[in-house]
């Protein structure tokens, strides 16, 4: 039923281009005084949408006067309802899901300049099509759709938050030197509201926070890995408890991660897997003094809390899509640079085969290092 639906859409967009004009950049953008409303597009996961906060800053210091909506995932949208960058928000549900309504809504912001930062069919340079901006802006990509686009960006190796601000240069017109300060970098949330985590923790302890699942099995460190760090942890000092993290659909991580670690000091460990709303997260994590992580959006959501993180890259390149704010707070463990299974696997059928050249040992000589 997509797959009609996307043939008719795209027969829709070949008939409406015919007539509306969708203006082609070269080498600059143009007048920026004839911006009045921009659409950004960052609609996909957590660790994606924050990568996108340092651009989203960056265009509204570009354009201090224009009406700037933000095209969000319903999900992460509460970590971002009260930013100042924002003037208002439409909210995707996945999908082809409120397609039309979509439509609507952008079409009703009248839209001078649609800046995609980080977006996947199906949706998104549909809607920027069918939303009548006369500048179309995305990030590098290789959908069949590009013609559509005002300028193609080539395909660079680059961190996904320098891949967004090199558009970001091009709507400025010049170069962007934004590792100079380590301020136009950093990671930024403003939710609605922090409700206290229902998660009781001790007090007094030095409290380790686990992210042990990720969005693809291949980015996941052996559950087992975790119960051996977890039991150096708890060997090393009395003052440590350990909070596994995650949410409802990763409940069953928790699960066999308590086949591997079990007696007397499991009463030391806090399963607070899917009990944390999106937005009582943050008010748990400020209770961690440090979090373990997969190359997930909890790894990057600690990062904008400035809570140290260990973060585990495998499969995952960290130069792509590690942290790159505050390192002398943070650890990265790379072991991409021995190997990185072919693209051309789908991920749901690749392994973790390169995770597990990281060592439990390995990551707690790092972690000793970090708690005082």
Known sequence: MNKIFEIIIN???????????????????????????IIIYSNTALGDTLL????????????????????????????FQKSSCINDFILYQGGYKGFISNILSLRQKKPDLVVMLHSNAPQDIQSAVLSGASWILKTPTKSPLKKYLSLLFPEQLDHAIKQRMRLVEFLAGQEIDFYSSGKSIRLWLSPAEEPKSTVLLPQGKKAVGLQLGASDMYKMWPIEFFAQLVQKLLMWREDIIVVLLGDPSEKYLSEDFFK????????????????????????LLKELCLVVSNDTGTMHLSVALEIPVVALFGNTNSQASGIIQDLDKHVMIDKSHEGIQSRAIRKKERDNKAMRRISAQEVFAVIQKKII
């Open 52 to 79: 996108s906060t340092p651009a989203i800053k960056k265009i509204r210091e570009l354009f201090p006067c224009a009406k700037i909506t933000w095209f969000i995932h319903e999900k992460y949208y509460p970590l």
């Open 260 to 283: 591997f670690f079990q007696g007397e000091d499991s009463c030391r460990v806090f399963d607070a897997i899917g009990k944390t709303t999106i937005l009582s997260l943050p008010s």
């Open 11 to 37: 027969s829709l967009i070949y008939i409406y281009t015919r007539w509306h004009v969708i203006h082609r950049c070269t080498s600059s953008f143009g007048d920026q005084k004839l911006i009045n409303s």
